[in-house]
C-alpha cells in the first residue's frame, strides 16, 4: 500500500514539474516544437517530391521500352497511274499506310517518276530522289497519306520513236522518312516498276525495296 501511494505521488510530483516548466519555458518550447514541425514538413515535401519523380522516371522509361518494341512502319501500299497532266507530264498518285502499332511522324520525302533501261541507267533527265522537308504528317496505326509524283519532263518524240524499238521501264522511286515516338528517324525505300497493266511492280532488289 505504502510503494502504491508512493508512486502516486511520485507521479503527481513529476507532473507538476512538467507543468511548471512548460510555464516557465513556454515560449522557447513553442519554438523548438514549430522548428520541428517545420523540418518534418520540409521532408515530408522533399520525400513526396522525390517519389513523384521517380514515378514519373519509371512511366517514361516504361513508354520509351514500349515505343522502341512496338515501332511503327510505314510502307507503300499501292500506286494508281499513270496519268497525264495538262502540261503532258506523267504522274501517279502513292497510297501510303502505317502498318507498325504505334504513331509515326513523316518528316521529309523524295519520290519521282522516271524511266531507265536496265538497272542503273536512267534516262534523261535522270532521277531524283533526295529527302525534302515535308509538312510533318502523323499517321496513326492504320492510317493513310496519298502522295503524288511527278516525271520532271514529257517524253519528246525521239524518246517515243525510241520507244518502239527500245523500251524503257516507267519506274516510281522514292524515299518516306519519319520518326517514331521516342524521336527516332526511321526510312522506308521503294523502287516500283509500270507493267503496263495499271500495276507498279516492286524491285527484288533490297537496296531499292527497304524499311529501317
Not at 523548438?32 to 519523380?53: D, K, P, Y
Not at 531507265?116 to 536512267?122: E, I, N, S, T
Amino acid at each position: 500500500m505504502g510503494r502504491g501511494l508512493s508512486a502516486v505521488s511520485a507521479a503527481g510530483d513529476f507532473f507538476g514539474w512538467l507543468v511548471g516548466f512548460l510555464q516557465t519555458y513556454n515560449a522557447a518550447v513553442t519554438a523548438v516544437a514549430t522548428f520541428a514541425i517545420g523540418v518534418f514538413t520540409a521532408l515530408l515535401v522533399w520525400v513526396t517530391n522525390r517519389q513523384a519523380r521517380l514515378t514519373r522516371d519509371s512511366i517514361e522509361l516504361a513508354n520509351k521500352e514500349f515505343l522502341a518494341t512496338h515501332r511503327p512502319r510505314i510502307i507503300v501500299r499501292f500506286i494508281q497511274g499513270p496519268f497525264q497532266d495538262e502540261d503532258g507530264l506523267d504522274f501517279v498518285w502513292i497510297t501510303l499506310v502505317n502498318k507498325g502499332e504505334t504513331d509515326g511522324t513523316i518528316v521529309a520525302v523524295g519520290r519521282d517518276l522516271a524511266r531507265r533501261k536496265g538497272r542503273g541507267c536512267w534516262l534523261p533527265p535522270g532521277v531524283s530522289i533526295e529527302p525534302r522537308s515535308f509538312t510533318p504528317t502523323t499517321l496513326a496505326s492504320g492510317d493513310r497519306l496519298v502522295i503524288k509524283a511527278t516525271a520532271h519532263s514529257p517524253m519528246g518524240e525521239e524518246q517515243i520513236f525510241d520507244e518502239a524499238f527500245q523500251p524503257s521501264e516507267l519506274c516510281a522511286v522514292g524515299c518516306i522518312q519519319y520518326r517514331d515516338g521516342n524521336e527516332r528517324l526511321l526510312e522506308t525505300g521503294f523502287l516500283r516498276t509500270y507493267d503496263g497493266q495499271r500495276n507498279f511492280l516492286p524491285s527484288d532488289n533490297p537496296e531499292d525495296e527497304y524499311q529501317d
